[in-house]
């Protein structure tokens, strides 16, 4: 069964960082592109960013601005995003989703079960 | 980066109605749609891609339909297990977007 699993959340001060998790298990994970969506609790669904199977195509929504960084390790089944300078418009649940391919094709499935990242003093 | 905008935000409907979204691109994305249905308490499911595709496991009552900017997802006979929200997202081009919602509710 394809999983993934979120780790990492918690309340955090503004300005502060935090590295979010995503442990992937029942397919061949450097096979797969990985995505970040985040979902404030009771609103829609923004993209966060996007890495493909090598790393080497990576891509972040507009509101990041330089404060996010995205990164896989296929060895230990995990794509991580590291999130510097947060401000409490980042409050919200993240998830990852696999894509259907090695490059990112902008599917998404299956999602994990979100973590909740809370921004506040 | 492409607008997504969906109607109805809300829809009332019966066990064993069909009903149908729509969603509207603000630029022409091909075939490039994908619909996503999210149950209160759970992570988003992909129902339907490239448009008009149903995703392995999904019931064939959901069906979609369209190309260029204008976009429907049917559902044929609503089952219980239908309520919760549905979402558009273009897979076109980055920045992704998604549409702002379609609250589907027991009548």
């Known amino acids: 069964e394809v999983q993934l699993v979120e780790s990492g959340g918690g309340l955090v001060q503004p300005g502060r960082s935090l590295r979010l998790s995503c442990a992937a298990s029942g397919f061949t994970f450097d096979d797969y592109a990985i995505h970040w969506v985040r979902q404030v609790p009771g609103k829609g669904l923004e993209w966060v960013s996007s890495?493909?199977?090598?790393?080497?195509?990576?891509g972040y929504g507009d509101f990041v601005k330089g404060r996010f960084t995205v990164s896989r390790d296929n060895a230990k089944n995990s794509v991580y995003l590291q999130m510097n300078s947060l401000r409490p418009e980042d409050t919200a649940l993240y998830y990852c989703?696999?894509?259907?391919?090695?490059?990112?094709?902008?599917?998404?499935?299956?999602w994990g079960q979100g973590t909740l990242v809370t921004v506040s003093s | 980066d492409i607008q997504m905008t969906q109607s109805p935000s809300s829809l009332s409907a019966s066990v064993g109605d069909g009903v149908t979204i729509t969603c509207r691109a603000s630029q022409k994305i091909t075939n490039s749609l994908n619909w996503y249905q999210q149950i209160p308490g759970k992570a988003p499911k992909l129902l339907i891609f490239?448009?008009?595709s149903l995703q392995s496991g999904v019931p064939s009552r959901f069906s979609g339909r369209g190309s260029g900017t204008d976009f429907t997802l049917t559902i044929s006979s609503l089952q219980p297990e239908d309520f919760g929200t549905y979402y558009c997202q273009q897979s076109y081009n980055t920045p992704r977007t998604f549409g702002q919602g379609t609250k589907l509710e027991i009548k």
């Open positions: 490239a448009a008009s």
């Open positions: 989703a696999k894509d259907r391919t090695a490059a990112d094709t902008g599917w998404f499935d299956p």
């Open positions: 890495i493909s199977w090598n790393s080497g195509s990576i």
